[in-house]
């Protein structure tokens, strides 16, 4: 990848959550803290896109994400710059070259199963096959649990506020970025982003493991396969397309995962078991695990 | 309303869960279930309309509320048939008249924060400030006791595969319809599609609870909305759009709820505290109720 020159970015922040009032079970009202959700339409060279629902940690990346996740973009050199304004709630993107038959290219709607962002463009799913993910990419059970610890003591608007939704990116156990949002694929896609700013060289995306709350869907799995990302987990579980995907892009992908429990839906051979834990010691687990909502 | 002669429906079905093998924390290879997640094209009139993912329990009651919901039909009435064929994932709706400017009406997209559902045509907002809720819909806490006890007993897809999101509809604490599917605005819109069916006039739907796994963003709330419930209690919290709609319509919105705890957000005239527990019996479920996924 060359070194390009890099979009100009606004850095447009807003509260991630807000004071309300409510009444409990005991007829008290208490504060509470819930997520904020904003709409935030996206124009490209002044057409109006979509309008995505976010929670506006950070919406240069996420639209930068959506774009090259609905394969609009093939990289950030197309992009001059994105530009957020949450006052009147648009993102501004100026492309270097204009986007090549973006009317044609944007009318077939897929409603997914996808929190979040359920609308992909028709053509995502027939990508599929053209993707390989690197055969030497592989994860440590150690390195797992180091991801599930990571994750556990993250401070977060979902601790505060809850209904939200995380996604994180590590490499090997290191935490890279952590984002959450309303939807989890407005999550996924601003990883997205936030990785093709990095301009990282596939081989060194080898060890990046890619860790949401969310469930795999299919939409999840190819989001993850798109980023060239081989190991995805999860805290909840799998769909059968989600599964189907994963398989054929030769995707590693662990859900139900928390404390020390998981499950490997597929391709289990890049896994490496190094740190099993004692035949009682995950028992405990089991509850909570049977009522994590999917 | 009139007896109108109701459309002519498939009853297409389809397995809901697939067994898999899976590995877990020890090595060890074991069935488990995942949830079914089929593409359902919606053609309207031989045009194509629409891909959902769904579970695929009740395919056309799905299909008809998504067309109610998405306000490109206004009543039952306007559907001759819908024709489901899980070989070909097709639902096939003829309509009695054709739908009026159906390119114009579907060309502007909203990605919402809904699990499930996220494209919802961009009229939706304008029509929040024309919904009525009746003032008399109240919900006693003994009545919701009874709604989450009822949802703890129901057998389900989520309780065997997980990953699946439950809508429900109640008359006062009875179970009306119980639907699960991978996203869950299908779930929604095939309670309303069902709700459709059942031809009630609005006095009747006053004693009407819709409950929901999910959170309550602001097109869950609007579509409870829509369907003339005044009453949504979900296990999940709310989005700060879901409260701004839900306050605009007189929407009594619970979340957080479960065992005995749960939080009223807005229009807390309309619930009856005449269950209060005593002081120390909620304290027991804190830990549950931070942990639950909205």
Redesign the interface.
């Known amino acids: 990848m060359s070194a390009a020159i890099l979009p100009r970015l606004t850095q447009a922040c807003a509260p991630l959550t807000?004071e309300?009032v409510?009444?409990?079970?005991?007829?008290q009202r208490s504060r509470?803290s819930?997520?904020?959700?904003?709409?935030l339409t996206v124009y490209v060279d002044k057409r109006e896109l979509?309008?995505?629902?976010?929670l506006g940690a950070h919406p240069e990346w996420l639209v930068l994400g959506y774009l090259l996740n609905q394969r609009l973009i093939t990289s950030v050199d197309d992009i001059e710059s994105i530009t957020v304004d949450w006052d009147v709630g648009a993102a501004s993107v100026k492309t270097r070259h204009g986007i090549d038959r973006i009317e044609e290219r944007?009318s077939k709607?897929?409603?997914?199963?996808?929190?979040?962002?359920?609308?992909v463009f028709?053509h995502l799913m027939d990508e599929v096959d053209s993707i390989r993910l690197p055969a030497e990419a592989v994860l440590r059970?150690s390195q797992l649990y180091g991801i599930l610890n990571a994750i556990r003591l993250k401070e977060s608007t979902?601790k505060s506020?809850?209904?939200?939704h995380a996604c994180a990116l590590f490499r090997g156990d290191a935490l890279q970025l952590f984002v959450e949002?309303?939807?989890r694929?407005?999550a996924v896609d601003t990883i997205a982003g936030w990785m093709a700013l990095q301009q990282r060289p596939a081989v060194e995306r080898v060890d990046h493991v890619f860790y949401t709350?969310g469930?795999l869907?299919?939409e999840m799995v190819i989001k993850s396969a798109q980023m060239g990302v081989a190991v995805v987990v999860s805290?909840?579980?799998?769909?059968?397309?989600?599964?189907d995907v994963a398989q054929r892009v030769g995707l590693c992908a662990i859900g139900?995962a928390t404390n020390?429990?998981?499950?490997?839906?597929s391709h289990?051979q890049r896994?490496v078991?190094d740190a099993?834990?004692h035949?009682g010691a995950?028992l405990h687990a089991t509850a909570?695990t049977?009522?994590?909502?999917?």
């Open positions: 807000q309300v409510a009444l409990n079970e005991f007829g509470v819930i997520p904020a959700e904003r709409d979509v309008t995505l629902m976010t944007t709607r897929v409603v997914t199963t996808g929190c979040g962002q359920g609308s028709g059970q979902y506020a809850g209904s939200v949002d309303v939807g694929h407005n709350t469930r869907t299919s805290r909840s579980g799998i769909t059968q397309m989600g599964l139900r020390k429990r998981f499950l490997c839906y289990d896994l078991l099993v834990p035949a995950a909570e049977e009522h994590s909502l999917a």
